[in-house]
């Protein structure tokens, strides 16, 4: 009875509420990021249909929403700023190029952090043990992870691919109709920068995936996979670049520039890509033998 007084006291309902409201933020962001309970069934019976481990990946809504979330930001951004600088930096080659370039820097970032942080979290809680006890197999495993990179990236990263080739028409336009080697030079500019965007996303997704299976910090994966893939080639396209301007300085074609600045970027992506399908699945089950026998319980002694 004294316990049912208490309950009728408008001031214990109001604490409950307070109380309760930190538990609703998390229960109408929890609804938001996984969708309703008729959402989620029907994903789950459709994931499921086409891989397990896609449903495992690719679960959480919003990580599908949260790369058209920073799209949309990074074009209000680009757009406030040209407007605050009197419409000086709209459709500004420089500019635009380098909005671009921040835009492929983070879509890299992401997908490296992205790849490895299933088989990450798996092998640490020692899931990836357990799935490999079950039908789904080590190729299934890797397969429905890219299938989730895929779900998650590629259309943003086609938007992006589309935005480039608009910025590169409205660079045609602003150029001397006359001047071939200029617009011959944004053109190659462009097409070579969206070739490094997609080889790089494959690269360093084979890379991070690859690396998840037998690295400890997610930071570090990620480092390593945007300097193998990314980096380093690109110093060395820049090296190279750089000397051939030196040795040929009044007479540079952009063609031979724009080879000269590709061919070692693209070579380390393909060699990558090569190295991270043919050792992943080894790398798979050495992973997973490896934790499996350093947490094995040692013989009880005689």
Known sequence: MAA???????????????????????????????????????????????????????????KYIAPWLFLAVAAAGWFACGKLAQNQFLFDEPTDFFCAAAVHFVFKIWVASEACRCFAEDRRSGALELLLTTPLGAEQIVRGQRKALWRQFAAPVAAVLFVDLFFMNQALRHENMTDTESRQGDVLLYLITGSFLVMDLVAISWLSMRLGLTGRKPIRIIMLSFWWAVLLPGLVSCGMTAAYIARHFFNTKPLVLALIWAIPSLTADLIVIAAGRCNILQRFREGVLERAAKFRPAPPAR
Request: charged share 25%; net charge positive; aromatic share 10%.
């Open 4 to 62: 049912a007084g208490l309950l009728d006291r408008p001031a214990f309902l109001a604490g409950t509420r307070r109380r309760s409201h930190p538990g609703k933020w998390r229960d109408r962001w929890r609804a938001f990021s996984r969708g309703s309970a008729a959402a989620r069934a029907a994903a789950l019976q459709k994931l499921l249909a086409i891989n397990p481990f896609l449903w495992r990946a690719g679960r959480p809504r919003v």
